[in-house]
T-cell receptor
Framework: KNEVEQSPQNLTAQEGEFITINCSYS?????LHWLQQHPGGGIVSLFM???GKKKHGRLIATINIQEKHSSLHITASHPRDSAVYIC????????????????FGKGTHLIIQP | DAGVIQSPRHEVTEMGQEVTLRCKPI?????LFWYRQTMMRGLELLIY????????DSGMPEDRFSAKMPNASFSTLKIQPSEPRDSAVYFC????????????FGEGSWLTVV
């Protein structure tokens, strides 16, 4: 079993729909990251969460530490949101603080049709 | 800032040849990460550095892979000898000081070993 599981693997929706992508993890974490990868290959960090909820424009990310679960929501989806969305966790093995290398989910391939 | 800069962007090499990938992190970032992305395995951590010191190299596949960070503004990932199964996109990333902070990825180096 992977340490980071995402669902769905693929999602096709119509423009304007509300999108939810889920991420579950099985290890202790220092932080959870949501990343976006466009067809050209570049990876952009959308959010870094250790608790609660964050919002940026039409994107909302939530995390429930007790349930080891996070969701990424996109409101009023648009074709330019089409990309692969990747959940990644930093392991809480560095008790002295500092960053950790990330462990990644397999990604969710999102297509928004006009 | 120009972001994380990687070179080369694309490389095609013959099996057995030495490959050197280069990375310039964002100025002021004291964490540097090397990741590899393949269709089969997704994104994986290879190695990361803090203040130029390797912290975790457990993801380095085998002795053919080596990474160095001689100073705060430069890192290399070397594969010698290269094999077709090393074909992948290699990403360098850097992050701010502190715990679980935002991570910035380079555009990636697309390696094909024939």
């Amino acid at each position: 079993k992977n340490e980071v599981e995402q669902s769905p693997q693929n999602l096709t929706a119509q423009e304007g729909e509300f999108i939810t992508i889920n991420c579950s993890y099985s290890v202790g974490i220092s932080a959870l990251h949501w990343l976006q990868q466009h067809p050209g290959g570049g990876i952009v960090s959308l959010f870094m969460l250790s608790s609660g909820k964050k919002k940026h424009g039409r994107l909302i990310a939530t995390i429930n530490i007790q349930e080891k679960h996070s969701s990424l929501h996109i409101t009023a989806s648009h074709p330019r949101d089409s990309a692969v969305y990747i959940c990644a966790v930093g392991r809480s093995r560095n008790s002295g603080g500092g960053a950790d290398g990330l462990t990644f989910g397999k990604g969710t391939h999102l297509i928004i049709q006009p | 800032d120009a972001g994380v800069i990687q070179s080369p962007r694309h490389e095609v090499t013959e099996m057995g040849q030495e490959v050197t990938l280069r990375c310039k992190p964002i100025s002021g970032h004291d964490y540097l990460f090397w990741y590899r992305q393949t269709m089969m395995r997704g994104l994986e951590l290879l190695i990361y550095f803090n203040n130029n010191v390797p912290i975790d190299d457990s993801g380095m596949p085998e002795d053919r892979f080596s990474a160095k960070m001689p100073n705060a503004s430069f890192s290399t990932l070397k594969i010698q000898p290269s094999e077709p199964r090393d074909s992948a996109v290699y990403f360098c990333a850097s992050s701010y000081p502190g715990v679980g902070n935002t991570i910035y990825f380079g555009e990636g180096s697309w390696l094909t070993v024939v």
